[in-house]
């Protein structure tokens, strides 16, 4: 069980945010300051990043579709038949990440996140990452593994920066618009879950 204590260093993050946006041929500011949903699936293409949609995802499926192109993926420790909402294999050259199709699209959209956080942050050497579902991903649970939480943390930094986060986090605060129609503006234009909109509405910094 990993430390409860850990906290992740913010700054790396977003600095790792950052960098996967401008690598693949982005402006960061740019997209923060026009306040939609970040065009995640076209910044995917502008990496050496492989993404696989399969129905019912579980280790076995991983495996079969690598093991379809050549490679190995080591599940030792996974259960065969586990679902799950993604995985992740490869290191920092190319990485393969496979998303449970059966979710729903804000649901894959932050599964393709956090496991683009694992690409970003952990690809260092070989990397073979799985994210339980319903698992961490959704925002309301705290994942308890160090490289869980750095990459929960990168997806929320991805989708969901502060400053369109502001958009309907500050006029909550002044009571102009009630916590509702505020989850729900923000879960529409940004492409999230409500889930993910509510959390990150109370996590804003200005006091939402």
């Known amino acids: 069980m990993a430390d409860r204590g850990f906290v992740c260093d913010i700054n790396r993050i977003r600095r790792s945010v950052a960098e996967f946006v401008t690598r693949a041929g982005f402006d960061w500011a740019g997209l923060k300051a026009a306040g939609i949903a970040v065009p995640l699936t076209e910044m995917v293409d502008g990496h050496p990043l492989c993404l696989v949609e399969v129905r019912r995802l579980t280790p076995a499926s991983v495996s079969s579709h690598l093991a379809k192109r050549g490679l190995s993926a080591p599940v030792t420790g996974e259960r065969p038949g586990r679902a799950l ?31 683009i956080g694992h690409f970003m942050l952990h690809g260092g050497g070989a990397l073979a990452r799985a994210t339980a579902r319903p698992g961490p991903v959704l925002l309301d649970d705290e994942p308890e593994d160090p490289r869980e939480v750095e990459a929960h943390a990168f997806a929320a930094e991805l989708l969901m920066p502060w400053e369109m986060v502001e958009a309907e986090a500050a006029p909550l605060r002044r009571g102009e618009i009630g916590l509702e129609r505020a989850v729900t503006r923000m879960a529409v234009r940004l492409q999230v879950s409500r889930q993910a909109a509510a959390r990150r509405l109370r996590e804003w910094p200005g006091g939402a």
Not at 89 to 94: I, L, V
Not at 98 to 110: C, I, M, S, T, Y
């Open 85 to 115: 909402a993604g995985f992740v294999y490869g290191d920092s050259s190319r990485a393969f990440i496979f998303l449970n199709r059966d979710d729903p699209f804000a649901r894959r959209r932050f599964s393709l996140a956090h496991e």
